[in-house]
């Protein structure tokens, strides 16, 4: 959607328009989906962090300033629904299961001979990573936002990504060898 109907569409919403509101929503869903699906491990629990994320933003929407797209917004308010989630569970990495989405997409690539055994080990190894790592992996990776947007969306300068992704690739490297 382009910036300037994405604004037009939030100054509906925000006055109460219904179908300026759903038609946002229904732009944000599938991207949304596909980081909760990756942070979840399973469809089911990433339908409930979308709906979570999405009832959060309907409340939220007044107080978006358009600073950032609203897509960066969503994002964030999901990155700390699935973070609560796991606080509440007691969890400082994600379960065994984390990250099967990615490891089936570069599995299936084929980056390795054993697809299932690849994914396996990426995930161990992705798992393993300090959260400023995996989510700058992720960012560009899996959702294939280019560098200035996952700058915007960590709230970070744009060589701190660059940075953060040469070390998470060299520390999965060092992980993926080790194993």
Request: glycine content about 6%; charged content about 35%.
């Amino acid at each position: 959607m382009a910036n300037h109907e994405e604004t037009g569409l939030l100054r509906r919403a925000k006055r109460g328009d219904r179908s300026a509101l759903e038609e946002l929503l229904r732009d944000l869903e599938p991207r949304l989906f596909r980081v909760a699906r990756f942070l979840a491990g399973n469809r089911e629990e990433a339908r409930d962090l979308v709906q979570e994320t999405m009832l959060a933003l309907c409340l939220r929407l007044g107080a978006f300033r358009g600073e950032a797209k609203l897509y960066t917004y969503a994002y964030r308010i999901l990155v700390n629904t699935f973070r609560k989630r796991l606080r509440k569970r007691h969890l400082t990495v994600p379960p065994a299961d984390y990250l099967p989405y990615l490891g089936r997409r570069v599995a299936s690539s084929g980056a390795a001979p054993d697809p299932e055994a690849a994914g396996v080990r990426l995930r161990a190894g992705l798992a393993r990573l300090p959260e400023r790592y995996r989510q700058v992996i992720v960012s560009h990776y899996l959702e294939e936002a280019p560098l200035v947007e996952i700058a915007r969306r960590l709230g970070i300068p744009e060589g701190t990504v660059k940075s953060r992704l040469y070390k998470a690739r060299r520390l999965l490297a060092d992980r993926l060898r080790k194993e």
